[in-house]
């Protein structure tokens, strides 16, 4: 139960940061009202909904949890007022730290939940992926854009991924499962940030190549 | 029974308006007759399924009722053979009424369905209008488009949502169902229409400003 | 059970064929290797994975199968490496006789699962059509494209739909059940190829006609 009640607090703290990365694209697209709270709610609790389906779980943390629902209509409605107002506030650098904290949240937490369902090792790491990334990949397929995440270069899946497999090492080792939680999101949003620091970058497909066209 | 029985008679109305505008979204992108059909359907079956696999809810309506189907299948055919002959039937202003129509069905429907599975008020409003936007989403998003719900600044989501509360409402003063779900179906098909005739719009970002890019 | 063996093995066969074709659309839209990966991963898995939501089939088949997985982030890396190399092994033409072999391969399987739910008989081929097909719908969807299922006028769907149909005909006539796999997918393999071969088409709008826009 403590465990889970950590669980819960981890999502939630995630939520914020991936809901402001959805208003500020949909923002930058120039949708209406509607489009940026869809868009805001859709990248927060996207990778979560698309785990809970994966693995059948119910209820959805939403569902149970509509205080949050509410939070994220009340956030986008009101940075929308304020942005229209003409202040700079949200540039994709701000979001950048609370965006890498959330990403190592949702994977340690999507991790441990598909360990709980008895999934295998390396598809519950999957699933710890899954609830970090997609979330801003239905973000970027609503924006008609092909997701970030998958070709931009910079590392984001893959430190999710180390975030994953720390956590699950330590779980192996019979470490408390505490400790692996927040080892697995320090890791996963340490790699994050410190990739963007250094401008470290996945090997890419030699220009005019024959990955070209 | 006999609300469930309304229930299904209230989609089996929505679906056709929905399949239409599907159709034409298709055809405007001259897909092939796989493609009309494909969409028609996704735009009709589309925000009910999604609804359904968020609460869990089998069989699905269309699995359940395949008259429906193949209804859709043998529309979607005659209509792409008279669209070819040349006539010019299925202008988009000919499918504001149906489709205003299905856009206030599919939200109490949903509602219901929601409140039923015991969802808290909100998240239940919420389903209503997935359940009504959805398919049109799911339309654009294949159509490689922006959700036109997302962009287009005329309220659409908006009057669902208005209309799933008053469904919502008029069930916490314990009116009768029926009551209800004709008041909610109509302050949404009616406010869509009124929005519609008078040009309402929702608020959009500045030009040239921060929202831009 | 030995049916089901039977089943797992035909599914096996298609996965490669269509994790490479994945793979191809996202390397041509240079994406990095995360991309690469998770494209072939979703045009592998895609199909069965939203046929097993629809139907709520649990544990998913790469969930249960995971070396699957592994094999497919193996053949990634390395599909990517040997491209990156220079060589141009991979054509578009060199997948299509795989590629027509998991269409039939996950049309029937989809078709069977469908009817041991006890779908009706119309939607469990629907059922096969989604298993084939959905795949390559949601790697088009990423790759930010209409599908091209929906809009190259050659019959794909098509030929899926006639091979679920030989299998249930086959299967209401009583006929063994191996006999009924091996006639519904070498029917839908067969077609697609000598649609292929012969250059079927499916009709067109007419130029600058109605459908047009």
């Known amino acids: 139960v403590k465990l889970d009640?950590?669980?819960?607090?981890?999502?939630?703290?995630?939520?914020i940061a991936f809901a402001l990365s959805g208003f500020l694209?949909?923002?930058?697209k120039r949708m209406d009202v509607v489009g940026v709270i869809v868009v805001a709610f859709i990248t927060a609790f996207g990778?979560?909904?698309?785990?809970?389906?994966?693995?059948d779980r119910r209820p959805l943390f939403w569902?149970?949890?509509?205080?949050y629902v509410v939070l994220i209509f009340a956030v986008s409605v009101a940075a929308m007022a304020l942005m229209r107002g003409g202040r700079h506030q949200f540039?994709?650098?701000?979001?950048q730290i609370p965006d890498a904290l959330g990403l190592g949240l949702f994977s340690v937490s999507g991790t441990s939940l598909a360990l709980e369902a008895q999934?295998?090792?390396?598809?519950a790491s999957l699933m710890g992926v899954i609830t970090a990334v997609f979330g801003g990949v239905?973000?970027?397929i609503i924006c008609n854009e092909i997701p970030t995440v998958f070709r931009d270069h910079r590392p984001y899946a893959l430190c999710s991924f180390a975030g994953c497999w720390t956590f699950l090492a330590l779980h192996l080792l019979g470490a408390p499962s505490l400790l692996g939680l927040a080892a697995g999101a320090g890791?996963?949003?340490?790699l994050r940030l410190l990739a963007l620091a250094r401008g470290w970058t996945l090997p890419a497909w030699p220009p005019g190549g024959e990955g070209g066209g």
Chains 1, 2, 3 share one sequence.
């Open 5 to 15: 009640l950590t669980l819960r607090i981890i999502e939630a703290g995630a939520i």
């Open 25 to 28: 694209e949909a923002a930058r």
């Open 47 to 55: 990778g979560g909904t698309l785990r809970d389906l994966l693995l």
């Open 63 to 67: 569902v149970e949890h509509q205080e």
């Open 91 to 95: 540039t994709e650098r701000a979001i």
């Open 119 to 123: 999934l295998p090792l390396f598809v």
């Open 138 to 140: 239905m973000r970027d």
């Open 187 to 190: 890791t996963a949003a340490g």
